[in-house]
T-cell receptor, first 115, second 117 residues
Framework: NAGVTQTPKFRVLKTGQSMTLLCAQD?????MYWYRQDPGMGLRLIHY???????AKGEVPDGYNVSRLKKQNFLLGLESAAPSQTSVYFC??????????????FGPGTRLTVT | DQQVKQNSPSLSVQEGRISILNCDYT??????FLWYKKYPAEGPTFLIS?????DKNEDGRFTVFLNKSAKHLSLHIVPSQPGDSAVYFC????????????????FGKGTKLSVIP
């Protein structure tokens, strides 16, 4: 099991460029999440998905779009990157099963710099 | 409005001693609390959790205490080891019944623990 993987690990963009971050999980989890982590800010939820074909906004959704066409993949898109989107992005997933159902499993992160 | 607060950005402890990391919350709808550990250049990993119906949960060297009346929880690490040096995040969830719909986690800003050999 690879768990949660993220592609790419690093990326530098110029202002106005677009890109897509890919998150994949092999645990058959229903829920998936995208967070950003900025210095001194903790993790903030961007968007999430409770199942294939469904997405919803989190705390800081502006400037991002997401898609969940397949259960195992969750894509985060930046249509026109801005320097304020320089951050480390983490994807996470969670099972719908009871028990330790609140626990989210995180990927290794994508470090994005927008110049 | 920060709903989960970790007021100590950093903590230094001698190896073998107890580390106590604190977390306060404001949302009375939170019913489940988790601690995550994060090393540099890695994703957060789950450490330990506690339901609001309990006041203590123990897992090896790690114990989490919950004081609902004070809206406070703490993570105790005994004994502390150099490998425990990391950033620790407190997180809370309000669960489905509150209307969150997704068991969203609200994270604190983290406390950087340094265990000195």
């Amino acid at each position: 099991n690879a768990g949660v993987t993220q592609t790419p690990k690093f990326r530098v963009l110029k202002t106005g460029q677009s890109m897509t971050l890919l998150c994949a999980q092999d645990m058959n989890h229903e829920y998936m999440y995208w967070y950003r982590q900025d210095p001194g800010m903790g993790l903030r939820l961007i968007h999430y998905s409770v199942g294939e074909g469904t997405t919803a906004k989190g705390e800081v959704p502006d400037g991002y779009n997401v898609s969940r066409l397949k259960k195992q993949n969750f894509l985060l898109g930046l249509e026109s990157a801005a320097p304020s989107q320089t951050s480390v992005y983490f994807c996470a997933s969670r099972s719908i099963l009871r028990g330790r159902s609140y626990e989210q499993y995180f990927g290794p992160g994508t470090r994005l710099t927008v110049t | 409005d920060q709903q989960v607060k970790q007021n100590s950005p950093s903590l230094s402890v001698q190896e073998g001693r107890i580390s106590i990391l604190n977390c306060d919350y404001t949302n009375s709808m939170f019913d489940y609390f988790l601690w995550y550990k994060k090393y540099p250049a890695e994703g957060p990993t789950f450490l330990i959790s506690i339901s609001s119906i309990k006041d203590k949960n123990e897992d090896g060297r790690f114990t989490v205490f919950l004081n609902k009346s004070a809206k406070h929880l703490s993570l105790h690490i005994v004994p502390s080891q150099p490998g425990d040096s990391a950033v620790y995040f407190c997180a809370a969830s309000a669960g489905w019944d509150s209307g969150a719909g997704s068991y969203q986690l609200t994270f604190g800003k983290g406390t950087k623990l340094s265990v000195i050999p």
